[in-house]
């Protein structure tokens, strides 16, 4: 947003005068009237030609001043209190409960810091630290915190138009595509008049759902994945019959290794059968994500990682399964869906897991109509003062049920077992707890449910006492833990019973004749040499995102002791020694440009 001069509509003290804002508000209370001259005249210096700044030093005066805007029906943007009053905040939010609270604390790194307690119980949203070290810093942080209102509540231009009947199966797929590559799109029902006007505008039968128009005036109906990613722009088709490193699945895991092997010259190809992000691209916040003290977006970070990975110059696949793995001579062949085939000396297996099922069959025929597996970041806005139920008690479960507590009249945790702590992190359990429109039931399963078109009902049973109970729902999430993607991989590579691939120490422990050479496998090395895992679909991980991303990088180093080991064998005609493909082509960079120095891996 653009500096601008201190313009009318700021204000300190007193009541609005004449007519309310015709801006978005931010409002700005600090019991310091000097302070609260300062922060008003230098917001509305920053953010003045998009937001009408107002503040109070009187906690009465600052009720007032609110209550006036809600009767008027102005929007607040953002509600910047400071940060030793928690209740005045939350009366506040009770007359604006759609504006971003931001807390103003000072530099207490003590669990008894006011913004701890109010960001763990959700009271707060972002806080801003004093004294700042210089102007930039926290107004980078205003300039974030409002765009994400904006991004919200304002109208934005619809890339893509989607036109289907509301309990369209295929809906949620599409949606969740357009969500995590940050696509602004819109969704029409059939059987509204916009809808079928949209139809009738582009001369299509109503009978030809689901529908997605795009801005440019391309028509697709029912789109494969395929048709989706093409008219997105990005890449489906693989044009590299060999590199270095292949790398199946685009989620942490793989695209941090992506970054890692790309920036240090390894020729990489990565291979994803949908869009980029894998389960950490559907959480819709990540709290513990080390460098974002206020959370982040898991489609955002994964979005980021992504575009970083090709930026240093991987080449990017998306909607094209890996059907096949095979051992060939020097090399590994990867196979495509598409008939295709990638020869790789390395292959890094980061797949991921798939939800498991629920298993009860009149739920599994409206998935996509009120019943999904994850998160299902698109569906949000769906479920708009609707009774909402999630399954599972995990990190996921956790956090899906805060960001639905932000749109669904009620949500409704179910848990098969007794302690939540055993699965799910202290700060979403603290979080739940405090929400006041999130109830957890403990000892909970769901058997059954069901609806015309869309989800209607689930009958829940306690397993304690054996009582069964139907309940309205408008929506089901359902994450009670994953099965890894490991079908596609062949039968030399070890696996444990539940398909979980087997890496490093374990094969020698565990299935010692799966190991055939005479060095000892590499951590994450699988029972086939050549080819690693890493992320959920490796016995033994973490299940956390930092932790994929941590064998992401670390995997990137067992691969070039893989590949030297390799060339340390490998003698060309006339007995040079054969130098890595890595070191020839920097070598002939080299000599097209000047030399500069890059920081190691870490």
């Given amino acids: 947003m653009p500096d601008s001069a201190p313009r009318a509509h700021a204000h300190a003290g007193g009541s609005p005068a004449g007519p309310p804002p015709a801006l978005p508000v931010v409002f700005v209370f600090d019991e310091d009237a000097g302070s609260l001259e300062v922060l008003i005249a230098d917001i509305s210096r920053r953010f003045g030609n998009d937001f009408a700044v107002l503040g109070e030093s009187s906690g009465d005066a600052a009720l007032a001043v609110l209550r006036e805007l809600a009767a008027s029906c102005s929007p607040v943007a953002l509600l910047l209190f400071d940060g030793r009053d928690g209740v005045l905040l939350a009366r506040a939010h009770e007359l604006h409960p759609e504006a971003r609270r931001v807390l103003l604390v000072d530099r207490d790194y003590t669990s008894h810091s006011p913004a701890v307690r109010a960001m763990t119980l959700g009271e707060a949203d972002f806080h801003i630290t004093r004294p700042w070290a210089d102007d930039e810093m926290m107004y980078r942080a205003m300039s974030e915190y409002l765009s994400s209102w904006t991004r ?179 090399r590994h062949v990867v196979r495509l869906a598409d008939g295709s085939r990638l020869r790789a000396r390395s292959v890094i297996v980061a797949t991921g897991m798939q939800w498991r099922r629920l298993g009860v069959p009149r739920l599994e025929e409206l998935i996509g109509a009120g019943v999904y597996y994850g998160a299902a970041a698109g569906e949000t806005r769906a479920m708009q003062d609707q009774d909402v139920f999630v399954v599972g008690a995990g990190n996921s479960a956790g956090q899906a049920c805060l960001h639905l507590a932000g749109h669904a009249r009620r949500v409704t945790l179910l848990a098969r077992g007794e302690d939540l702590g055993r699965s799910m992190s202290r700060y979403l359990i603290d979080g739940l707890r405090a929400a006041p429109n999130v109830e957890i039931r403990r000892r909970t399963e769901v058997i059954d449910g069901g609806g015309a078109e869309v989800l209607e009902e689930l009958t829940l049973r306690d397993r304690a006492r054996g009582a069964t109970e139907a309940v309205a729902a408008g929506g089901l999430f359902i994450m009670i833990g994953g099965e890894p993607h490991s079908q596609w991989l062949p039968r030399s590579i070890a696996r444990d019973a539940k398909g979980y691939v087997l890496t490093g120490s374990e094969l020698q422990s565990e299935q010692p004749h799966e190991w055939r050479l005479g060095r000892e496998p590499l951590t994450l090395e699988t029972s086939l040499p050549g080819v690693f895992a890493a992320g959920d679909v490796r016995r033994g991980a973490m299940g956390r995102v930092a932790a994929a991303v941590g064998e992401g990088a670390t995997v990137v180093r067992l691969v070039h002791e893989h590949l030297q080991r390799g060339q340390e064998t490998s003698r060309p005609p006339g007995g040079r020694d054969a130098l890595p493909a890595v070191r020839r082509r920097k070598r002939a960079r080299a000599g097209r440009r000047p030399r500069r120095r890059t920081a190691p891996t870490r």
């Fill in 152 to 330: 919200e509540h304002e109208p934005s231009f619809e890339l893509f138009r989607i036109v289907a009947p509301s309990a369209d199966s295929r809906v949620p797929e599409i949606r969740d595509v357009m969500t995590r590559l940050h696509l602004p799109y819109g969704f029409y029902p059939l059987e509204s008049e916009d809808g079928r006007r949209l139809l009738d505008e582009a001369g299509l039968e109503r009978d030809a759902v689901p529908m997605v128009l795009g801005h440019d005036g391309h028509v697709m109906v029912d789109p494969s994945m395929a048709e989706l990613a093409t008219a997105f722009g990005v890449s489906i088709k693989n044009e590299v019959e060999s590199c270095d490193l292949a790398i199946v699945g685009a989620g942490p895991a793989g695209l941090t290794a992506a970054v890692y092997a790309a920036s240090e010259g390894v020729e990489t190809v990565v291979l994803e059968q949908s869009v980029s992000g894998g389960q950490a691209g559907t959480s819709p916040l990540i709290r513990n994500y080390p460098g974002f003290p206020h959370g982040v977006e898991g489609g955002l970070l994964m979005e980021r990682t992504c575009e970083q990975a090709w930026l240093m110059g991987a080449k990017i696949v998306f909607a094209q399964q890996v059907t096949g793995l095979e051992e060939g001579s020097g």
